[in-house]
Nanobody, 119 residues
Framework: QLVESGGGSVPAGGSLTLSCTTS??????MGWFRQVPGKEREGVVG????????YYSDSVKGRFTISKDSAKKTVYLHMNDLKPEDTAMYYC?????????????????WGQGTQVTVS
């Protein structure tokens, strides 16, 4: 089970942090995705909960980062310098390895999503 929180409305240039708490944490692949109506779900960041590389989409590289709290089984998406084009429903996803990085079809479990609006 994945539960996201932290969405909201912010002005352009602002920051927001999303949280995703999962019931399965250690040695899992996780990712953040976003989707706007009428478009395909876009991979934002993919990573392995226990070490390994983190993969960011070009559209967010340098602005978004993740952090992890293993004790809380929670991962965070820190979004800085937000732009109107970042407006979307953001989803947290997870799956067992091998990790699919930014490919949505490779993730089995999904949260309910949290809306981010940048104006």
């Amino acid at each position: 089970q994945l539960v996201e929180s932290g969405g909201g409305s912010v002005p352009a240039g602002g920051s927001l942090t999303l949280s995703c708490t999962t019931s399965n944490y250690a040695n899992w692949c996780m990712g953040w995705f976003r989707q706007v109506p009428g478009k395909e779900r876009e991979g934002v960041v993919g990573f392995y909960t226990t070490g390994g590389a983190t993969y960011y989409s070009d559209s967010v590289k340098g602005r978004f980062t993740i952090s992890k709290d293993s004790a809380k089984k929670t991962v965070y998406l820190h979004m800085n310098d937000l732009k109107p084009e970042d407006t979307a429903m953001y989803y947290c996803a997870s799956s067992l390895p091998p990790c699919s990085k930014l490919v949505a079809s490779g993730y089995k479990y999904w949260g309910q999503g949290t809306q981010v609006t940048v104006s």
